[in-house]
Each structure stands twice: as C-alpha cells, then as structure tokens.
C-alpha cells in the first residue's frame, strides 16, 4: 500500500526547503502576469461600470447578462427558498444564530473609559464603518456558510450599507446559488448581485450604475480575487485579501484517536489540489500509523476530492516529524495555519504557548467541520500565514473605534511640564502656547 503522507523531518530540511513549506500559496497571488491583467479589469470596470461586469461575466463565466440584470430579483429570493432543501435552511438558521451570539459577545465591551490620573478620562467609541462589500466564492461548489461567516457579523456590527456579490453557479447562464440567497434572505440582505470575481470585487469597490460603491470589501476567493483585492486598495478602498487555498494543521501525539486524526486530516485536504493539510508530530510511530488509516479513507473519497485531497497531504502538505513538543510548537507557530487543531494530551498546555493561528481547536471532539459550519466562531480566515499579523472575520472587522478624552484643568496643569518640553524640543511654538496661554503664562 502507497502511503499518501508526505513525511519531512524538521530537523533535517534545508532553510530552502522549509521556506517552501512555510511560504505556500503566496507565488500565485503575486504572480506577475496575474497582477497585470487585474489591473487592467479594475480599471476596466471603474471605467465603464456596468458594461464591464457584464463584459467580465461573458468571458470568464460564459454568462451574458445585460447590465438590468445583475441584481437578483424577489422572484429568485423566492425561488432559492423553494429550491433549497429544509434540512439546508434549518441548518443555515442554527449557523447563523450561533455566529450571531459570538459576534455579539465580541462587542460586548465597545465603548470603554479609563481614568488615567485624577481628572483625565481617556477612552474609545467603537462604531460601524460606513459600507461593506462581501464576495461569496461559486467556482467549486455551494458556499452558503461563507456568507453566514462574513454577513452574520456585518449584520452584528451595525454596518448600514452592504452589498453581496456572487459569481453565477458554473454552466447555469446567470443563476445564483439558492442555498446563498437563503443565508442573505435570513440575514436580511436584499442587496445581491451576480458579478464574476475580480470584476465583482472592482465593481464594490468604485460602484456602477447597479452595484453599490462600499468602503471595506473582503471575502475569500481565487488568486485573482485576491489579487483584486490588493488592487482596489491603491484607489482607497480597503480590501481584506484571503487567499482561497484552504489549510490545515494538526498537532497530534500518541494520546489521540488515530482514526479519528486520519479523517481530521482529510477535512481540508478536499477543498483543492493547492489546499495543504500538515500534521505536526514528535512520534514516528503515530506517523506510520496514521498512514493505513488515510489510505484507506482516501479511495472512498469521491473525485475530484480525492485527488485534491491526496496533493494535500503528499504534495504540498504532509507530516512533519520535529524532535519533541516544544519544537511542534515553534513549527506550528512559524506556519501560522488558517486552522489548527489541538489533539495532544495536554491541549490546553500546548494553547498557551500558540500565538499564530487563524483559529485553535481542542481536542478531537472539535472537528475542522464543526468550526467552518456551526460553532458561531470565525471560519473566514487568514491563510498562506497572514495569521501572523491579522484575525479571522468577526464584527471587530466590520467596527472601527473613535479616540475619546477629557482632561480637567487640574489635569492639565499636571501635565502641561511634559507638554511644554516635547513641544520645545520638536520646536512647535504653537503646540506649547496653547498650554502656556491656559496656565497664564
């Protein structure tokens, strides 16, 4: 039997080589011939607007829309609930609550005040930014839980203008995925139009003749679409890139349930052939274990997703064998995973010491499914390492805060020395007389 894990062992990989671990997904998004035609398409669509959707649709999806016709209508909200199987609709209603009372606790604490000194009151008001854009993916599949992800805590948030782009379901000539429209219907979100990729991402970010112009646009999706995103932001719009290549990364000892890691590490996997699922192990014997055990639930897979999921873990993710935990650790960290599970006989031990992940999730009763469809937390996440330096997608993403202070003239006093001496020093004489004229000098 071919064992279908990749195995590395930490200590013997070249800078080079686990560079090239760490660095996944990040050459097609900079891809220059790819940058270059985005470009382009952006400023194609902010210069003719409507047209070039349509334009965009009828080359890259074979769709052909007329520009009237990038809205959805009430009639196919309608149908989309008709469509939709009920178990689907129940399901969304539960995903959606549970997001809802996360987003929620996360703004718990939005407004605060802090007395610094006696009289000096500083502090923040946290408010909704001005407008959203939300792309939803449909290149390889049905993604209602990524509008549940990203719309749930825009509704939260307070955000008083979005708008939601989808590109068509592939070969239906314009049809929009029902099982979305059902999460939007829910949300209460009228605002939804079918755009291909890129050019959808243009079209939020400056507005067309249909397609509102919003302030902040993320959602996840494709190279280009991420490319899009990084373009929009030379024009002022903020653009929240997520590459789509899924990832994973397993932290597993000799404690855990080997069949039940062997399934784990095919959770991911499926999403693409460029999706990465890494296990981090300091036991050999449990890497040769789990090697049957993902034989044999990788040929039930159906295809493609099997054949996704067998580059996943033989190409461009695997096992990675390190000396003992406190090397998994530093390994997991430096990968910086969009999803991490804990399966250790200590995870809360291990928890403690991880400070890059997407999200972390305990034990072998907290499946990766479990935490992209349900549990309420953030499933939209940052990948190819961007959980170094940024969050998942919770209302804080759609919320921004205002600085807020009151000094007493008391206050004042006490700090006008410290005022008055960086204001000499950087040689800003109207910086200081304002203190000198309160203090009478």
Known sequence: MTAPLRIHRWADLSPDDRNAI????????FEPSLQVSIVDLVAEVRRDGDAAV???????????VEPAGLRVTEAEFAAATRETPKAVQT??????????????QVLQHGDWRLELEPGLMVGEKRTAIASAGLFVPSGKGSFPSVLVQIGTPAVVAGVPEIAVVVPPIPGSNGKVDPAVLVVAEQLGLQNVFRANGPAGVAALAFGTESIPAC???????????ASAQLEIQRHGVVGMQILAASESLIIADDS???GLLAADLLNEAEHGADSASVLVTWSEQLVERVQPELAK???LLPEPRRSYAASAI???????????????????NLYAPEHMQLATADDEAVLAEIVHAGEVLLGQHTPFSAGNYLIGIPATLPTSGYARVTSGVTAAAFTKTISVARASEGALAVLAPDILALADH???????????ERLGE
């Open 54 to 64: 349509c334009r965009a649709l009828a080359q890259f999806d074979g769709c052909h």
């Open 297 to 299: 639930r990788l040929v």
């Open 91 to 104: 399901a969304i209603s539960h995903a959606i609550d549970h997001s809802r009372r996360f987003n929620e």
């Open 426 to 436: 950087e040689d800003f004489p109207a910086h200081g007389n304002v203190i000198r």
């Open 256 to 258: 855990c349930n080997v």
């Open 314 to 332: 033989g190409v461009v993710g695997g096992a990675i064998i390190v000396r003992d935990r406190a090397e998994a650790i530093e390994v997991a």
């Open 22 to 29: 760490l660095n996944r997904g990040l050459g097609d998004i």
């Open 215 to 225: 302030r902040k646009v993320l959602g996840p999706g494709s190279p280009p679409v």
